[in-house]
């Protein structure tokens, strides 16, 4: 199956569909320690890019993740919505001149995380959506030798495990920071949602 943006319908349905599935336990994370609008807030980014799936997908990536990263920027809004906004845009600017492979896709995903750490001024260990997209794009910064079912296999387990490392976190980033220690306990919202999405587009790959 050749990695081209025709997937993107597959793609985007299937991460719009897990993040309804798990709408209200997220909703309820966002409430715990947010102003629970973290599921409205991308579910508004996700639409639009469901209406726009059929013409994403006859774009190359450069022109595709550009187009998406606009979209998900004036539609998401919140904390959320430039920094998914930003991955996309960074995806893109990283991916010109590149044919995209398991090694260029690690590169160009570690640009992308590495602009939300710029824009969020967040780093690893601070409770946001970066303690699943860096770990992530570690492992597959290591991984650009192992074979594709190992690297599907092993994505969603550093996902999860790095989702489930922002429970016993302390915020310092965003609405959650507020509540200091009583942050402590909670999974981070982007983090859960995060991790839903990097499992739905690796349940796609892997078919
Ligand atoms: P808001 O916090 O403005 O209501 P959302 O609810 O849509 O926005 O998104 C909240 C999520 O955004 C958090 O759960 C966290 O993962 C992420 N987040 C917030 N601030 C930052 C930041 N500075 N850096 C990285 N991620 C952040
Ligand atoms: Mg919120």
């Not at 919505?81 to 590169?107: E, H, P, W, Y």
């Not at 409770?127 to 994505?155: G, H, N, R, W």
Request: proline content about 3%; overall charge negative; some cysteine.
């Amino acid at each position: 199956m050749p990695l081209t943006p025709a997937l993107l319908p597959r793609l985007i349905e299937a991460v719009a569909n897990a993040i309804a599935s798990n709408a209200e336990e997220v909703t309820a994370l966002d409430q715990a320690i947010g102003d629970g609008d973290h599921v409205i807030n991308l579910q508004r980014g996700l639409n639009a890019l469901m209406a726009q799936r059929e013409e994403l997908s006859q774009l190359d990536w450069v022109t595709a993740w550009q187009k998406m990263g606009m979209i998900l920027m004036s539609t998401i809004g919140g904390a959320s919505g430039s920094l998914f906004g930003t991955l996309f845009v960074t995806m893109s600017k990283a991916a010109r001149d590149q044919s995209i492979n398991q090694q260029t896709f690690a590169m160009i995903f570690k640009a992308g995380v590495e602009s939300v750490k710029q824009r969020g001024k967040a780093d690893a260990g601070e409770k946001t959506m970066l303690d699943v997209l860096i770990p992530v794009a570690d492992y597959l910064q290591t991984a650009i030798a192992v074979s594709l079912p190992e690297l599907l296999e092993t994505v969603p387990k550093v996902a999860i495990a790095g989702m489930e490392s922002t429970r016993d976190m302390l915020a310092t980033k965003g609405r959650a920071s507020y509540l200091e220690e009583r942050s402590l306990g909670h999974i981070d919202a982007g983090a859960r949602t995060s991790q839903l999405m990097i499992c739905a587009i690796v349940a796609v790959l892997a078919e």
